[in-house]
């Protein structure tokens, strides 16, 4: 199942898919669930590799994983919708949205990115992806977001190591492929203490739209969003819900 309902919603005027970063699952959105407009029906994407797909190998390109989530688009519920995604789930969104262009599939009305940097630029300096696990497990620590509660446990790990190599695969693989901007609304949010994306990296994502872009930053690092739900929520449900009028 790739879709994830994570909030119970009886009159939905507007569906919120929330895309993960590396190593995650859709579950870290269900703190959300209480914060946001009763209206907006609040949808996990769950990929392979994790949670209840943990058997499930993880993509490692972006190609076969965004043409396997455009099959899912095609039979989810004619209701107006919008994409959330942090990290390497702003990559996956954006990519998807461009394949559902190819396919001419309906779009989002709103793309919301959230500690990424916007796709043309480079993407990581040093490869992590293939280390032992010794170095991968400390680069790991060093990017932070993951307990380390977590990272000491080897039986834990045993089974978030090929998850978090598949998510670092894909990511430090991306390769960008020059396109025409998406004609849909941008909104590009991160930690103002984010070592790894600045707020330049930001704003650069207003290359890649031809309709209205904003940028805000929140206190914290490249995991804010973990720390200050509610502040993101409040923020960004206007933009979303301006889909009536535009």
């Known amino acids: 199942m790739w879709l994830l309902p994570l909030k119970a ?6 569906q919120l898919y929330c895309f ?8 870290l959105y269900k703190k959300w669930a209480d914060a946001i407009d009763p209206a907006i029906q609040l949808v996990g ?9 943990i058997k499930e190998p993880a993509f490692t390109q972006m190609r076969p994983l965004v043409k396997s989530l455009a099959k899912v688009w095609r039979h989810r519920p004619d209701l107006p919708y919008a994409f959330f995604g942090h990290s390497l789930g702003a990559l996956v969104a954006y990519e998807l949205i461009l394949e559902l262009r190819r396919q001419g599939l309906p779009l989002p009305l709103r793309l919301i990115v959230s500690g990424s940097k916007a796709p043309h630029l480079n993407r990581h300096p040093e490869q ?4 032992p696990d010794a ?3 400390e680069a790991i620590r060093q990017l932070g977001g993951t307990p380390e509660a977590v990272l000491q446990n080897e039986l834990l790990m045993q089974v978030f190591l090929p998850v978090l190599r598949a998510d670092f695969t894909l990511y430090e693989n991306y390769h960008y492929e020059q396109n025409a901007p998406i004609d849909l609304p941008i909104l590009a949010c991160g930690g103002r203490s984010d070592r790894e994306v600045s707020s330049s990296d930001l704003y650069a994502w207003s290359e890649h739209t031809e309709g209205v ?5 929140f206190e914290g690092d490249h995991f804010y969003l973990d720390a200050t739900p509610k502040l993101l929520i409040d ?3 206007p933009f979303i819900q301006r889909h009536q009028n535009s």
Do not use: H, K, M
């Open 45 to 53: 994407v769950q990929l392979p590799g994790r949670e209840r797909r």
């Open 128 to 131: 992590i992806n293939g280390l």
């Open 20 to 27: 993960p970063y590396g190593g995650a699952g859709p579950s």
């Open 135 to 137: 170095a991968f497990i």
């Open 213 to 217: 872009f904003d940028w805000q930053l």
């Open 9 to 14: 919603c009886d009159a939905p005027q507007l």
């Open 235 to 237: 923020y960004f449900t």
